[in-house]
């Protein structure tokens, strides 16, 4: 599936809840960022990630749903390799030419465990307790 084929089966809500992974949540960022400015993206893709969960009746609570400090972590860290190591010619390949976004627990490195899992960083975003996200130069 191409990837304006993926972005329509996301934002109409009928892409299949079995197959909303990690790999899917870092696509959606990374074309939202080659559309629209940092903020666009994150504005975009707040509220299509919280339609989506609603369409698909995910339960809100701390370990569920959405999350706006992991949803922002991610986009700095797409947006910082994106702008350190340029596009792709589509999301899939973004994806697989950097392996450095697989891995979902990469969060670790920057926040404690206490402050992730925090109402406060699911609600709001909160900056990294131990040692800060890479900054774009662009």
């Known amino acids: 599936m191409d990837d304006e084929q ?4 996301f934002e109409s809500c009928r892409w299949p809840l079995e197959d ?8 959606v960022a990374y074309l939202y ?7 666009g993206a994150m504005t975009r893709l707040r509220e299509r990630i919280k339609a989506y969960n609603a369409a698909h009746k ?8 959405y999350h706006e400090t992991m949803t922002q972590a991610w986009l ?10 340029g596009p792709a010619e589509t999301a ?7 392996p450095q976004l697989w891995q979902m627990k990469v969060l670790r490195f920057f926040y404690t465990r206490d402050l992730f899992l925090s109402a406060r ?7 990294p307790d131990l040692t800060p996200l890479p900054i774009s130069r662009r």
Not at 6 to 9: A, G, M, N, T
Not at 92 to 98: L, S, V
């Open 92 to 98: 899939d390949a973004f994806y697989e030419q950097n």
């Open 6 to 9: 993926f972005l329509i089966e």
């Open 121 to 127: 960083a699911k609600a709001e975003y909160v900056e």
């Open 58 to 65: 995910v339960p809100e609570s701390l370990t569920s749903g």
């Open 33 to 39: 960022l080659k559309s629209y400015s940092f903020d």
């Open 20 to 27: 909303w992974h990690h790999r899917q949540h870092i696509k």
């Open 76 to 85: 700095r860290l797409i947006y910082f390799t994106l702008c350190e190591y």
